[in-house]
């Protein structure tokens, strides 16, 4: 018996460092106004303490004890939601890495979905895209091993690797009957998070890929690359943050600064306190128009963003609707060298209060790609409902969540690209109502009973489009 109680003990002070609280707070557990319900988490631990220490003495083979307590820690933070994880010591530094920009890899942004991997968005450039993976494909193999029974950070290491070396991916892709292998040879990612172009011969058009540590700096830079090249003859801007899969906060307060003079950017909301970001005096493109491309892969940074412009009405949004992640994920180390946890700590609000959790940034015109005649019949591999329909997301409990799934299709040929010509067409102060998806039946039904023709209804939505953009102050 008195064995029995010291193991107890041992165990329970085990996971008391574990968990960072160490045996001095279990003790001021006893103590504190809420004892019962602390004692009853301390019950729980030493459960958990008693089956830990039975593994280590009866399983049929010796475990490793470092890989026990990091996947029990890893199903701990994966229960609360899809973006909650652990990070060993080694996947923390390759996240700092990621952060700077500059990483070793395939190229793909991923999350975890029924057991198997899911792909978020493919970087552009990187040996993902070029190899042909898409957003919403699942990753069910990796070099020939199943993902199922992975964690999505063990899966994320594996696919990392030497530069120069090949791996194999096993994709389950919507619209093929068959599973099918992708063979890619890792590089050194390196993530050039801003790209800009003239586009239609006096627009400036600028492609967000993620909010990393150059981001912000990196978009000064294009718009005052693009204000020099086009000088007077500049329309205004095109801000592309399609399959844009997110970052850091504080680089999407960033862009959105550099459009707004004034007012709020972002809120964000924990249990204990809130916080918002203000914009400070001096729009950078001298208050130009501004199209915002969003599809179903622009989520969370990207939906800030997104949504701070639209909420100003300081741009007009052109797309489908975004992918719904409005929580903010905080990283916290666990010193010395354990790594870190990535933990869900507030939602945000865009500046009218909206939360998007689950439920997306709707553009202010539905444009879908028109696609290719090899993909015709094949829509349903290229949507993905998004944050709604990952297990266990935050549920929106102020807001009506999304029920269908948002395109994310893309194309390479800026040519075919429906959406972009879109955008042109719009600051060029053209007519964009043949591309615009063509309203449900109520709407047309209303229409009618209103009086109004084809004729003058057409006219009056191209009325509307040019009143809608946003003019130079």
Known sequence: MMMKRLVKSVSLVLVGALLSTGAWHALQAASAPNADENIEVYKQLDLFGEVFDRIRREYVEKPDEKKLIEAAISGMLKSLDPHSSFLNAKNYRDMLVNIRGEFGGLGIEVTMENGVIKVVSPIDETPAAKAGILAGDYIIRIDGKPVKGMTLGQAVEKMRGKVGTPITVTILRKGRKEPFDVRIVRDIIRIRSVRWSVEGGDIGYIRITQFNEQTGPKLKEAIEDLKKKLGERLKGFIIDLRNNPGGLLDQAVAVSDAFLDKGEIVSVRGRNDSKRWDATPGDLTGGRPVV???????????????????????????????????????????????????????????????????????????????????????????????????EGHLRNDKEKEADAPSLVYVPRDKTRDTQLKAAIKFLHGESIAMLVKKPKKKAEEKSATAGSTPETSKKAEEKKLRESVPQAK
């Open 292 to 390: 915002v491309l969003i599809n179903g892969g622009s989520a969370s940074a990207s939906e800030i963003v997104s949504g701070a412009l639209q909420d100003h009405k300081r741009a007009v949004l052109i797309g489908t609707r975004s992918f719904g992640k409005g929580s903010v994920q905080k990283i916290i180390p666990l010193l010395p060298d354990r790594g870190a946890i990535r933990l869900t700590t507030e939602r945000y609000y865009t500046p009218s209060g909206r939360s998007i959790q689950a439920r997306g940034i709707h553009p202010d015109h539905v444009v879908e790609q028109e696609l290719p005649p090899e993909l015709k019949g094949k829509e349903d591999q290229l949507r993905i409902k998004g944050e709604a329909g990952l």
